[in-house]
């Protein structure tokens, strides 16, 4: 069964300060991972998606890596700002389903 | 574009009494489909999926149920609500296999 784990589970920094955030999978036979954020009393949102054969994609001031083999995933977010205040969440994707992680708060102090 | 459409955005139920929470996709055709939980302060759950019309898979063997009567639409029901039902109820769909999942507003179940 995959595990799906993100530390730490909240984090708070100055605004301007990049923003690492990480999660690590039992399972690498994975097909995706994908991150997503998720906005108090809201559905998630879609951020970035990586395929098993990628290494990073970026969006903007977001860049996420794969390494598949050691069974992990980094989300650098550059200069962040009040607004990216909110939880983020790893998803693996095996077979049809994706094992999310419990996500990440993140607080950006102005 | 596609849209998804999730309704109610909040709901309270007393236990026991029925349950018919809607999702519908626009502008894509035989989407992955599934419905997901996520209980206060916990990760997301995958209650139930579906690759096609009629075909449903089940992850929660608990009193809830799933259907999809059309293409576009899936519907998670339940015929009698328990108090451990209550929680924050998502539906997504995705083109493909390898697409981004996408995510409905969500539906905030309270059972009393």
């Known amino acids: 069964k995959q595990e799906v784990t993100q530390i730490p589970a909240a984090l708070s920094v100055p605004e301007g300060e990049n923003l690492v955030l990480n999660c690590s999978f039992t399972d690498s036979a994975i097909y995706n991972l994908q991150w997503f954020r998720q906005d108090p009393g809201k559905g998630l949102t879609s951020l970035l998606l990586?395929?098993?054969?990628?290494r990073e994609q970026t969006s903007g001031r977001l860049n996420a890596s794969l390494d598949k083999s050691s069974g992990r995933s980094t989300l650098y977010i550059a200069a962040s700002q009040p607004g990216d205040s909110a939880t983020y969440l790893c998803?693996?994707?095996?077979?049809?389903?994706?094992?999310f992680g419990a996500g990440t708060t993140v607080t950006v102090r102005a | 574009s596609q849209t998804i459409h999730q309704w109610p955005a909040t709901l309270v139920q007393p236990v026991g009494s029925p349950l018919s929470l809607e999702c519908t996709v626009e502008?894509?055709?035989?989407?992955?489909l599934y419905w997901y939980r996520q209980a206060a302060g916990r990760g997301l759950q995958l209650l139930f999926y579906?690759?096609?019309?009629?075909?449903i898979s089940s992850e929660v063997p608990q009193n809830l149920s799933a259907s999809r009567p059309q293409d576009r639409q899936f519907i998670l029901s339940s015929k009698k609500l328990l108090l451990s039902d209550s929680g924050f109820y998502l539906c997504?769909?995705?083109?493909?296999?390898?697409?981004?999942?996408?995510f409905g507003n969500g539906t905030r179940l309270t059972v009393t």
């Open positions: 579906s690759v096609g019309i009629g075909q």
């Open positions: 502008g894509t055709s035989n989407p992955n």
């Open positions: 998803a693996v994707l095996n077979d049809y389903k994706l094992s």
């Open positions: 997504a769909w995705r083109e493909g296999y390898n697409s981004p999942l996408h």
């Open positions: 990586i395929q098993s054969s990628q």
